[in-house]
């Protein structure tokens, strides 16, 4: 059993920056694609990153493609998701989740096998 816990969470101003960190336990982490989700309060919850098993591969949902950056310590089996110039429809919960299957970094919410409890993340105007 995978266990994922998230952190550094908070409340920022616009234009602002944080950085989530994930740190998984109890499985082969670098066998493991790996990615950041969000949901907002009566949404579904939304892909916002992926990295592969190596970090070779990064993906990012078009709304966050070149303020986000996702990047992964195999050695310290945690996975990160710095966050710039943070925006107002940026505040959700963020999820990391783990796919233990390809290793691949995947788009799909399904793709996911394991799954974190969650860090919010509110950007006031």
């Known amino acids: 059993q995978v266990h994922l816990v998230e952190s550094g969470g908070g409340l920022v101003q616009a234009g602002g920056s944080l950085r989530l960190s994930c740190a998984a336990s109890?499985?082969?982490?670098?066998?493991?694609?790996m990615g950041w989700f969000r949901q907002a309060p009566g949404q579904e919850r939304e892909f916002v990153a992926a990295?592969?098993?190596?970090?070779?591969?990064?993906y990012y949902a078009d709304s966050v493609k070149g303020r986000f950056t996702i990047s992964r310590d195999n050695v310290k089996n945690t996975v990160y998701l710095e966050m710039n110039s943070l925006k107002p429809e940026d505040t959700a919960v963020y999820y990391c989740?783990?796919?233990?299957?390809?290793?691949?970094?995947?788009?799909?919410?399904?793709?996911?096998?394991?799954w974190g409890q969650g860090t919010q993340v509110t950007v006031s105007s």
């Open positions: 989740a783990a796919d233990r299957t390809l290793g691949f970094a995947r788009l799909s919410v399904d793709a996911y096998d394991y």
């Open positions: 109890g499985g082969t982490f670098s066998l493991y694609g």
């Open positions: 990295i592969n098993w190596s970090g070779g591969s990064t």
